[in-house]
């Protein structure tokens, strides 16, 4: 028998057109899905990421449910940091809480100590869920799976403040008032972030997303002098290992060519702007040879199906003018989404000819 051709998703990382569109959504393993509830319940949220079993079932939750195009390991990206020891909890409401936030170079001196000394509930849960997926090159059909990892700025910005803030001023004091610690310590979160990468990319997963999520409170000029240089590394450690990368981030408009020049064969596109001026402000003269990820409206998700197609097909078209269109939103999914709507939307993309 003849093996099965590559996956859409992966075709388009290759910034060509697969004949259908590929879909998958930021958060689309969560509080939107009964399932996930049933299974989350009573679970903290850690202790959940680094259950393998756990793990690897609210992983592949949204495959089966929405007939999405790629799964994305479920975990957090204080992950890595707890598992170097770090003193972090997520609170529900809240988000990640942190012992000790950095206030001192000393501070930053002693953090960048400590290291991971296992991942082998990363790989782990990576491996059973890629065991649901399929695995390439044999005679059914597969289901990629994207490892991820927070960008080195947005881990910093949680473990300067402490907590999520909305502008991330400690973070960005440091940057400018002690230059050298910052570097130190985004070095540091570079290597956690790519270790937590690799350890996915051994257990199975086919390509990448790093997410820069606090990068768009920055100048142009702060992300990429202070910043940029280390998301480069991350995303040079998965190409490294064979995989193609996507860079994500929220706010991230005007920074949208110097993520690009971080490596990644993708750039994820929030809700602000459309597709087609994501791919002049990154195309560097090159044309249309780039590959957006991108940018349906988690606000949408509510409205009449009127408005959610109307939307959606607005973003289709838009996306026309890039090499290569994979689909999602342009966050995450919010948790009150009804799951028939994403499913809904999944047929409708699947089905779309332009």
């Known amino acids: 028998m003849t093996a099965y051709t590559q996956p859409p998703f992966i075709e388009a990382l290759k910034a060509t057109r697969p004949k259908t569109l590929p879909i998958w959504f930021m958060r689309q393993a969560g509080r939107s899905l009964p399932e996930y509830r049933t299974i989350r319940d009573n679970v903290a949220m850690l202790d959940a990421c680094l259950d393998p079993e756990v793990a690897a079932e609210i992983t592949c939750q949204p495959v089966r449910r929405h007939k999405v195009d790629a799964a994305i390991f479920f975990s957090d990206i204080v992950v890595p940091l707890k598992l170097a020891g770090v003193d972090v909890d997520i609170v529900p409401g809240k988000g990640p809480v942190f012992g000790q936030p950095l206030k001192t170079a000393d501070d930053v001196k002693a ?24 695995i390439p090159g044999g005679d059914e059909p597969w289901t990629p799976l994207i490892a991820f990892a927070g960008a080195p700025f947005t881990m910093a910005a949680y473990l300067v403040d402490g907590k999520p803030t909305r502008d991330h001023l400690g973070a960005r004091a440091m940057m400018h008032a002690d230059p050298q610690s910052w570097d130190t310590l985004m070095d540091w979160c570079a290597t956690l972030a790519s270790q937590f990468i690799v350890a996915q990319l051994q257990g199975g997963a086919k390509a990448v997303q790093l997410f820069d999520s ?11 002098k202070n ?21 994500f981030g929220t706010g991230t ?26 791919v002049k402000r990154v195309s560097h003269g090159m044309g249309d040879s780039i590959c957006v990820q991108g940018n349906i409206d988690p606000a949408i998700l509510t409205c009449p199906w009127s408005v959610i197609e109307r939307h959606v097909d607005s973003v289709l078209r838009s996306g026309q003018q890039a090499a290569a269109h994979i689909v999602n939103l342009g966050h995450g999914v919010p948790p009150n989404t009804d799951p028939e709507v994403l499913t809904r939307i999944v047929e409708y993309v699947h089905a779309w000819q332009g």
């Open 227 to 247: 910043c940029a240089p280390f998301s480069g590394l991350v995303l040079d450690t998965a190409h490294a290992h064979g995989a193609p990368t996507i860079h």
């Open 253 to 278: 408009g005007e920074i949208l060519d110097i993520m690009r020049d971080c490596g990644a064969e993708c750039i994820g596109v929030d809700h602000r702007i459309t597709l087609a001026q994501a």
């Open 111 to 134: 953090l960048v100590e400590h290291e991971i000394d296992d991942l082998y509930a990363i790989t782990s849960g990576v491996q059973q869920a890629v065991m649901e997926l399929g």
């Open 214 to 224: 606090w990068a768009g409170s920055l100048s142009r000029d702060d992300y990429q």
